[in-house]
């Protein structure tokens, strides 16, 4: 089955309901209730399946993380207030004993969870080169990196990560956000979690913020289990908007994954643009992993240098409705300057390490027709 076909039948089964609505009811409450005290004990127990209180769980909730499995070809998924609250109860699941290895080249928000958070509590954290797998550190019990990094859209080998990480006995947790399953399954490559901001490209408009992670039903325990003890479970109308968004997964993703293709190819041949960052391109430094593992196309975000922060600047102020909004995966076309928003919290030596420029723009491509997009595009590089 196509995942566009999956996406808009998935996780119906986990409503049960008579008679069964084709848009399934919101549970906005934050308690069950129970007509005798033994199945209350099962349930809260956990001996029996069935709800009690909303932070332990919810109909919402569950439909959205069996859509998820279902999408990323997982036993079980759980989902998350946000994409910061899947990534630290994934990476505390999977740790072990063990420190925290994660790619240098990452979201600010994962490196804000290692250097603000873990290393305080004295979880050990380093940052390792992701497109090395050798180099991941000994004494790791769980490695973190996106399938396709942010900001600059770098494809890693996941499946060469993986068998490396299992070597030195640590677990793979994979950040797919930016890739999605529309292009990449990370579980059938070797990969143990997968975590996403369901924020972006699954609910896809922009109008709540999720988290989801999936893997083995050992491991989703794990981190479930972590998600309800700090609170960091989803609102019931959160994950039934998730769910609602997801319906259009497929749709969406063809068209804006298309779409960036063309918009990298024209920002390619555009002489005011130094460099153009998007894996569709045969000039990516990891075309061959969009061979091997993303059917040669890109993702639907991609990144661009212009010549210095001004130059940045005036191209935003031309344009005149593709907006600046510090997120992505929305139906809306949207940018941002990551030196500036999305990787503030790294120094500009680090920046400048990973290939962030003053003058980088990052683009997450939403649905809008392509010519329209071309021309707004054009016009905002004339000035
Ligand atoms: C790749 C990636 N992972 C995780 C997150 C965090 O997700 P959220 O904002 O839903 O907590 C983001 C947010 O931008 C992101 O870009």
């Given at each position: ?72 070809g997982a ?5 998350a ?54 180099a ?26 993986a ?25 059938s490559l070797?990969?143990d979690l ?27 325990a ?35 994954v298309?779409?960036a ?13 130094r ?6 391109l ?5 075309r ?9 196309r890109?993702?639907?975000i ?6 210095s922060?001004?130059a ?19 139906v809306?076309?949207?940018l ?11 120094s500009?030596?680090?920046?400048a390490?990973l290939?962030?420029t003053?003058?980088t723009?990052?683009l ?8 329209d997009l071309?021309?707004?595009l054009?016009h905002?590089?004339?000035?």
């Open positions: 089955m196509h995942q566009a076909t999956r996406a808009v039948h998935a996780g119906m089964d986990a409503l049960q309901s008579e008679p069964t609505p084709l848009s399934p009811p919101i549970y906005q409450s934050s308690v069950f209730l129970f007509d005798d005290l033994q199945r209350a004990g099962d349930v809260t127990g956990g001996l029996a399946p069935g709800y009690s209180y909303a932070r332990i769980g919810h109909p919402n909730a569950d439909m959205f993380s069996a859509a998820v499995a279902e999408l990323e036993p079980a998924a759980a989902t207030a946000s994409g910061m609250a899947a990534i630290l109860a994934a990476l505390l699941a999977a740790r072990g004993e063990g420190s925290i290895a994660i790619a240098e080249e990452i979201y600010g928000g994962s490196v804000a969870i290692a250097r603000s958070f873990l290393s305080p509590l004295g979880v050990a954290c380093t940052f390792f080169d992701a497109h090395d797998p050798e991941i550190p000994d004494g790791a019990g769980a490695v973190l990196v996106e399938t396709c990094s942010n900001p600059l859209g770098s494809l890693t080998d996941v499946a060469a990560l068998q490396a990480a299992h070597r030195k006995g640590a677990r793979l947790v994979v950040d797919n956000t930016f890739a999605t399953p529309y292009l990449i399954r990370p579980l070797g990969v997968v975590v996403h901001s369901a924020t972006k490209f699954l609910s896809g408009h922009g109008d709540v913020i999720l988290g989801v992670l999936a893997g083995s039903r050992e491991l989703v794990a981190a479930q289990s972590l998600l309800t003890t700090f609170g960091a479970t989803p609102d019931p109308f959160a994950a039934w908007l998730g769910l609602r968004g997801l319906r259009t997964f497929g749709v969406r993703m063809e068209h804006a298309q779409n293709a063309a918009i990298a190819r024209m920002l390619e041949a555009h002489p005011k643009v460099r153009v960052h998007h894996a569709s045969q000039s990516h430094p990891q061959e992993i969009a061979e091997r593992f993303f059917d040669g890109g993702p639907a991609l990144a661009f240098d212009l010549e922060e001004q940045a600047e005036q191209f935003v102020a031309r344009l005149r409705w593709i907006r600046y909004a510090p997120s992505l995966g929305d809306a076309t949207i941002l300057h990551p030196a500036t928003t999305s990787h503030r919290q790294l500009p030596e680090e920046q390490r290939g962030i003053p003058g723009v990052r997450s491509v939403g649905i809008e027709a392509e010519e071309v021309e707004e054009s905002g590089l004339a000035g």
